[in-house]
């Protein structure tokens, strides 16, 4: 069963240095979905280590259960933030939202 649209939340301001969450869920689709984040439609790629565009950031994405947890936010990560649902039927993409640093 292909994703339906997933529910994503994304915090509209956070102060430079704290913490934040990125939610996005859905469960309609079989098998069950993984996620994978998109900010200004760049993937987030699971793994900062291997990317040096992403090499300041410091975040912890997890395709499961499509959480994405930037543990000290800088200005750098503001932007519009997506997040898409894919399984073996197909993918569904949630609106961006604005995140401001």
């Known amino acids: 069963v292909k994703p339906m649209t ?5 915090p ?5 240095g704290k913490s934040a969450s990125l ?10 979905s993984t996620y994978s984040w998109y900010r200004n ?5 699971p793994d ?3 990317s040096s565009k992403l ?4 975040y912890t ?8 947890v930037f543990h000290a936010v800088h200005k750098g990560d503001t932007g519009r933030y997506s997040c898409i649902a894919t399984n073996d ?6 609106e961006e939202q604005e995140m401001e640093v």
């Not at 996005?24 to 069950?32: L, M």
């Not at 090499?55 to 410091?58: E, R």
């Not at 994405?61 to 994405?68: F, M, R, S, V």
């Not at 039927?89 to 949630?94: D, P, Q, R, T």
């Open 61 to 68: 994405l997890n395709p499961a259960t499509g959480t994405l």
């Open 89 to 94: 039927a197909g993918f569904a993409k949630c």
């Open 6 to 10: 997933p529910r994503c939340s994304v």
């Open 12 to 16: 509209k301001a956070v102060p430079v």
């Open 41 to 45: 439609s760049e993937p987030l790629s």
């Open 55 to 58: 090499h300041n950031s410091s």
């Open 23 to 32: 939610h996005c869920h859905e469960n309609e689709g079989f098998p069950k």
């Open 48 to 50: 900062t280590k291997s």
